[in-house]
């Protein structure tokens, strides 16, 4: 399963994140002008510039981002499974919110500069948004039982584990690891299961308090 969740967090990072990000910076060009032509973004982008490099670069940070939030998700899986089939939306609608409010901020260039900036955060939240959704429903069908994570071969799925020789991905994949082995039974089970439940309900409220306030400050 941690083999699985990277190759997951890869992809849809990949895609998601770093396609789905250039082509929202594009939209977003486009709605502002050529005013902010040349304007360093707050990820060291120049504004207008849409090359090959600098999109892959992007859609490197975003894979190997994509690999770090995937992770947390099968982290925290254990967690969430008990809400069914709303665990999808539930992780998409904390996803967008969560990372909506680390990345808008009134201080930086990106959403100063670009218009409309409720257009910016909009489809930014969106990006989050879509790729905890689609993590989530990856993460939830690699785990059944017969799925593809369960029949490929270790030539596949051996390869993608050498992230964790670094130990950022090291640390959260041990993390990720040890919290696979509760006892959803067991009382001292429960009470982390409760505990976590609602760091990740605070951390949301905070983050949508966040989110709210900064939208408020640049729309």
Same mark, same amino acid.
């Given at each position: ?95 967008? $919110?969560? #990372? !909506? &409010? =680390? /990345?808008?901020?009134?201080? %930086? ?7 409309? @900036? ?73 009470? $982390?299961? #409760? !505990? &976590? =439940? /609602?760091?990740?309900?605070? %951390? ?7 989110? @709210? ?7």
């Amino acid at each position: 399963m941690l083999s699985a969740t990277i190759l997951v967090g890869a992809g849809v990072g990949a895609v998601v994140g770093g396609l789905g990000g250039r082509l929202a910076m594009r939209i977003l060009f486009l709605t502002t002008g050529d005013s902010v032509k040349g304007v360093t973004s707050d990820d060291g982008f120049f504004i207008g510039r849409f090359t090959l490099a600098d999109t892959a670069s992007l859609v490197a940070v975003t894979t190997l981002l994509g690999i770090v939030a995937a992770l947390l998700y099968l982290g925290a899986r254990p967690f969430v499974l008990h809400f069914g089939r709303l665990t999808v939306p539930l992780t998409a609608l904390f996803y967008g $919110v969560v #990372g !909506g &409010a =680390l /990345l808008v901020k009134p201080e %930086g260039v990106d959403f100063r500069v670009l218009e409309p @900036a409720a257009l910016a955060i909009a489809m930014f939240v969106a990006i989050f948004a879509v790729f905890g959704g689609v993590v989530s429903w990856a993460v939830n069908a690699a785990a059944r039982e017969n799925s593809w994570a369960q029949r490929w071969s270790w030539w596949v799925l051996g390869p993608p584990l050498v992230v964790v020789a670094f130990p950022a991905f090291l640390i959260v994949a041990i993390m990720v690891a040890v919290l696979q082995q509760g006892s959803a039974a067991s009382r001292p089970w429960r009470v $982390v299961r #409760g !505990g &976590a =439940l /609602l760091a990740m309900g605070s %951390g949301f409220s905070l983050a949508a308090i966040n989110l @709210a306030s900064d939208t408020l400050t640049l729309t």
